[in-house]
């Protein structure tokens, strides 16, 4: 890490993480880079508040003079970047962090959609509330060949037909687990636990012909009443459809820091194993050399388009006009009208008009469709937050008081960036 920036200091040059190209941020006055102590004590005092609004609202008069559209082409972006200040990130699985907290964000997180609960990415949740939607949801969520849910499917609803064409007779109610029809079962997770939720039971029997016991699933005998509700079910089972866990942007506040252009982000961030995470990391100097080099519009956006899919999520920070900054974690293919509603949503009057400026000076705009990862803000960027300049004069004017920012809740749990 120490010869990363000694080669920093020496070129005057800051490549960002991502793919070829620099993050940048155009209304700091400063780097933000790692400072040295002595620095540190000189940036102790942040500006009033008073000066923060003026900035705030003389940037918005300037950008809305100018209005530069979002750009894709890696070179537009890199020569807008060229005098700006980088966003530094880390990948997590590439640094020898042995503390989670050191991490920007610890990771990936879900919510479920059926118990409300928080998932990591790897987690699967074990339903408990209804037993038979539940199972219904394991076995077209968890799942992924269309074929085999298919096919349990339609072995389930065999088993159900059997039994009530035939309530009577014991051995439609029996299930052999080594027999080669449940094999299929077997392997679509969710399957047992919906027959468990009709009343199946594991036994333990005996095999003619064998001296040790197999386990059977068996269901007791049923009621007119039962045999109607297990038909209901199995109707459930057949109109069954997956559910998708929702991201959980995993909001968080921070104080003013110099350290908001730095990311250290988990390898769930990235499509990409971490050999291939090095290797392309060693690739990183060909494909500034690629850059500079006379291509067709073309052929760059195929590349930015091989570049986009290297990232999963991405982790956007924005600086609010007070110095303190929110996070959240977004889809690298989530629109910029998305952006725009988690930061309404963190704010107290988030009614109010407002802008966001993306490194390299970019206007971001709330009603254009366009992915994150086309904005190149993967797989982390800081945006900066301004109140619309023509609202705040009109507020003042009428002699209202500056909008508060970021909700209670938030400033409850604020936090300081290591």
């Known amino acids: 890490m120490k010869k990363f920036f000694d080669d920093i200091k020496k070129d005057m040059k800051f490549k960002s993480a991502g793919p070829g190209k620099k993050l940048t ?4 006055a400063k780097p933000e880079v790692v400072q040295s102590s002595s620095n540190a004590k000189q940036n102790r005092h942040a500006p009033s508040e008073g000066a923060q609004r003026a900035g705030a609202a003389a940037l918005a008069r300037i950008e809305h003079q100018q209005k530069p559209r979002v750009h894709t082409s890696q070179d537009a972006i890199r020569n807008q970047g060229e005098t700006q200040n980088p966003v530094l990130f880390t990948v997590g699985s590439k640094v020898p962090v042995r503390d989670p907290a050191c991490l920007s964000v610890s ?10 609960a928080t998932l990591t990415k790897s987690e699967r949740e074990r339903f408990e509330e209804d037993a038979i939607e539940a199972s219904v949801m394991m076995i077209y969520t968890f799942n992924k060949d269309r074929e085999k849910v298919k096919a349990a499917v339609d072995i389930i609803s065999k088993y159900v037909e059997n039994i009530c064409k035939n309530p009577t007779e014991e051995k439609y109610r029996k299930i052999k687990l080594s027999n080669k029809v449940f094999q299929v079962l077997r392997s679509a997770e969710g399957s047992r636990e919906f027959l468990q939720a009709l009343g199946f039971i594991s036994v333990m029997l005996p095999v003619e012909g064998q001296e040790e016991e197999e386990e059977f699933l068996v269901l007791p005998e049923q009621s007119p009443d039962a045999l109607e509700l297990m038909k209901e079910r199995r109707d459930r089972l057949q109109r069954g459809e997956p559910v998708r866990a929702q991201l959980d942007r995993q909001p968080q506040a921070f104080r003013p820091s110099p350290n908001a252009q730095r990311f250290e982000l988990p390898q769930e961030f990235y499509n990409l194993s971490a050999e291939e995470l090095k290797r392309e990391q060693q690739q990183r100097s060909d494909l500034v050399e690629k850059n500079a080099m006379l291509r067709t519009k073309a052929m760059r956006e195929r590349e930015e388009q091989r570049e986009r899919r290297k990232y999963n999520y991405t982790l956007l920070r924005v600086r609010l006009p007070d110095g303190n900054l929110l996070q959240g974690t977004f889809y690298a293919w989530d629109r910029l009208p998305v952006v ?25 705009q709330e009603d254009e469709e366009v992915a994150l990862a086309e904005c190149n803000l993967v797989p982390a960027a800081l945006l900066t937050f301004a109140w619309d300049a023509a609202v705040q004069a009109d507020i003042a004017a009428a002699g209202g008081k500056s909008p508060a920012l970021l909700k209670p809740e938030l400033l409850e749990t604020i936090r300081t960036l290591s």
């Open 25 to 28: 941020e155009e209304t700091s």
């Open 107 to 116: 990771g990936v997180y879900f919510t479920c959609p059926l118990t409300g």
């Open 340 to 364: 725009f509603g988690f930061v309404r949503e963190s704010l107290v009057d988030g009614w109010q008009p407002f802008e966001l400026v993306a490194p390299g000076g970019q206007k971001l």
